[in-house]
Structure formats: C-alpha cells, structure tokens
C-alpha cells in the first residue's frame, strides 16, 4: 500500500517533468549527466567536481521538486569551489519513472545513488535531503554510512526504518487526534485515477495548497516532529 501511495506521488506530478530549459543558472548544463544505474534505470545529474581540498555536497530534493530546487545552494557552493551531486530522483525530470511501485523502494533508491557516487569516484562527501529527499538521505545512512561524513536534513528531519510502519490508515487516524486532521490524506488522492490530469488543470491552486501561507506548526511528538 505504501509502495503504490509513494509510486502514485511520483506518477501524478511526472507529467509536470516535460522539459526544463538546458541552461539554467547557476547550473551549467555541461555538466549535466545520465547514468544507467545496476539495475537499469537511467539517472539523469548535475555533477560538478570539487576543487582540490573541497568536499563534494550531494542534495536529494524532495516532492514536488527537482534539481533545480538546490538553484541558490549550488550557486553558493559552486563559486566557492565545493563538488556537487545533485540528481533528479526516481520519477522526477530527467530520471526514469518507472512503472512499477516496488522499483521506488528506498532501499532501491539509495543504491542508485551510491551508483552515481562510485561512477563520480566520490568516496566520501556530505549528504543533504530536502522532505522526501531526507527520507532516502536517512537510509542512505543505514545503509552506506562509510559513503558520507555529515549529513543535513531539511524541512524533514531524519526519518527513522520503522517511520511508515504503521499502516497508512492508523496513521492518518493517529495524526488526526494529534493534529486535528489527516496528516497523509492526501495520498488517497494522488492515488486516484486521474489525479495527475486534475493537478495539471490545478498547478496554480495546487502549489499553493503545498506552499501555504498560514501553515500552523503543532508538536506532534509521537514521530518527532515539533
Ligand atoms: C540501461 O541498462 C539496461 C540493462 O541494465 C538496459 O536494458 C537499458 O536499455 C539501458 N537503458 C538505456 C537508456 O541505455
Ligand atoms: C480510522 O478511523 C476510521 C473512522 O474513525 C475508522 O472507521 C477506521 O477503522 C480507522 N482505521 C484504522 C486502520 O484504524
């Protein structure tokens, strides 16, 4: 169930994924890359390498997102010298979306970025996820520590193995006595067939339903958010 509501996120807004212009600064589209992963799905990246003595950054954005979310970071790093790694995710952009629910697994997923590590011979560099992002910067953590030194985790704080244990409908029951409404109820929606097109008819009401203006933070301490 999990896996089909993750999948249909990534479906619903893989049409928005059409084509994004070849320069857009800061990045320089020579750098721009595509890597057929182990298991055949082609990443598509932007790789700057590290000046000498500079470590190299890697950002996983989240959803609704794409590389292009980290504009002002690699702007920043860049001038400064820092390598950057930084992919469209699986069913994003430029990088595959595939079909199958079970090939988004996070455990998958974080294989296809030490993929594109070992293929920039980045054997050490400093992780950074951005919401969904944190989740696969989280296990990469697990799973490949020796692989990073630090790791940032933005808007989403590390997301411990057993976050999404409990099944999404106790979930959304337990953030509604917490919260006072349904935490993930919106994944019934995106799991609807047809909901990409209405989001594509909706962008403008849609992005602003994800980015409001009046969001109201309550500590929700059951999954440590505060
Ligand atoms: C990626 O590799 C797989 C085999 O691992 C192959 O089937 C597939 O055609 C390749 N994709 C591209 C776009 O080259
Ligand atoms: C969630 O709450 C609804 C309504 O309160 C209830 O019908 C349903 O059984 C609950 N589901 C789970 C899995 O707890």
């Not at 692989?147 to 999404?168: C, M």
């Not at 067939?193 to 109201?216: C, H, Y």
Request: charged share 15%.
């Amino acid at each position: 169930m999990l896996l089909k509501v993750f999948a249909a996120l990534s479906f619903a807004l893989a049409s928005l994924a059409t084509s994004l212009p070849a320069d857009l600064p800061p990045f320089k589209s020579s750098l721009f890359k595509d890597l057929n992963v182990t298991r055949g799905l082609v990443y598509h990246y932007y790789a700057s390498p590290a000046n000498a003595g500079k470590p190299t950054l890697v950002f996983l954005h989240g959803f609704p997102s794409t590389f292009y979310d980290w504009r002002h970071q690699v702007s920043f790093f860049q001038d400064k010298g820092y390598g950057l790694i930084v992919p469209d995710m699986l069913g994003y952009v430029g990088t595959a979306k595939p079909l199958d629910p079970e090939a988004y697994a996070s455990s998958l997923i974080s294989k296809d970025i030490i993929d594109i590590l070992d293929a920039e011979g980045v054997q050490q560099s400093i992780l950074i996820g951005h919401d969904w992002g944190a989740k696969i910067a989280s296990r990469l953590a697990n799973y490949f520590p020796q692989y990073f030194s630090s790791y940032a985790f933005l808007a989403v704080g590390y997301v411990a193995p057993d976050t999404f244990a409990l099944p999404y409908q106790e979930q959304n029951n337990a953030s509604r006595a917490v919260l006072g409404y349904e935490d993930f109820g919106y994944w019934d929606f995106f799991s609807t067939e047809g909901a990409d097109q209405i989001i594509l008819d909706n962008l403008d009401s849609f992005f602003d339903i994800f980015v409001p203006k009046d969001t109201v933070q309550r500590p929700c301490t059951s999954w440590g958010i505060e």
